[in-house]
């Protein structure tokens, strides 16, 4: 099981740039959460999905954020245009659905996100 | 919605002392609660769950406890070492008969081990 897959690792780009996070969900996970981790306001929650469809996107903090999720091994998290206080490490997590309710959520390594 | 609150944010412990990190939830139909270790620079990754069903579950030198009535939870690492130093988060979810199925997570405690 190679875990929860993000690209890229780093991206550093200039204010006003549209910027493209990736996930790859573990195989057969149905769920599929974005989070923003930031020193001042811990891990977010931003948007998650349950079976490519977002369930919950009351955390995505404006509309230059939108994310989606076109089948089950793949997401995307856009910003577009970016602004300097989008600065965070984006994580993305898996999990899978459990009857009786309470699964772990694997992370990914994260994105460092820098806006010049 | 559920609300988490961990204490303390930071502690530091002797090596070899144990450490005790708490959180309180707000949602008594909570019935999930695990526990994420984040090293400098590295993922989330859990260490430990708990169930609403039980009291208590270890796993070598980690316990956690759980009390339904006073809906609170603790993590309890004995016989700490250097490699413990970490940021240390727990979380709570509501069964998915409630429509819900996201983590609420406390703000995080940083432990230091002093070697």
């Known amino acids: 099981d190679a875990g929860v897959i993000q690209s890229p690792r780093h991206e550093v780009t200039e204010m006003g740039q549209e910027v493209t996070l990736r996930c790859k969900p573990i195989s057969g996970h149905d769920y599929l959460f974005w989070y923003r981790q930031t020193m001042m306001r811990g891990l977010e929650l931003l948007i998650y999905f349950n079976n490519n469809v977002p369930i919950d996107d009351s955390g995505m903090p404006e509309d230059r954020f939108s994310a989606k999720m076109p089948n089950a091994s793949f997401s995307t998290l856009k910003i577009q245009p970016s602004e300097p206080r989008d600065s965070a490490v984006y994580f993305c997590?898996?999990?899978?659905?459990?009857?009786?309710?309470?699964?772990?959520?694997?992370f990914g390594d994260g994105t460092r996100l820098s806006i010049l | 919605g559920e609300n988490v609150e961990q204490h303390p944010s930071t502690l530091s412990v002797q090596e070899g002392d144990s450490a005790v990190i708490k959180c309180t939830y707000s949602?008594?139909?909570?019935?999930?609660f695990p526990w994420y270790k984040q090293e400098l620079g590295k993922r989330p990754q859990l260490i430990i769950d708990?169930?609403?069903?039980?009291g208590e579950k270890k796993d070598q030198r980690i316990a956690v406890t759980l009390n339904k009535t006073a809906k609170h939870f603790s993590l309890h690492i004995t016989e700490t070492q250097p490699e413990d130093s970490a940021v240390y988060f727990c979380a709570a979810s509501i069964p998915p008969n409630f429509g819900n199925e996201k983590l609420t997570f406390g703000t995080g405690t940083r432990l230091t081990i002093i070697p």
């Open positions: 997590a898996s999990s899978i659905r459990n009857g009786t309710g309470g699964q772990p959520q694997h």
């Open positions: 949602d008594s139909a909570s019935n999930y």
């Open positions: 708990i169930r609403s069903n039980v």
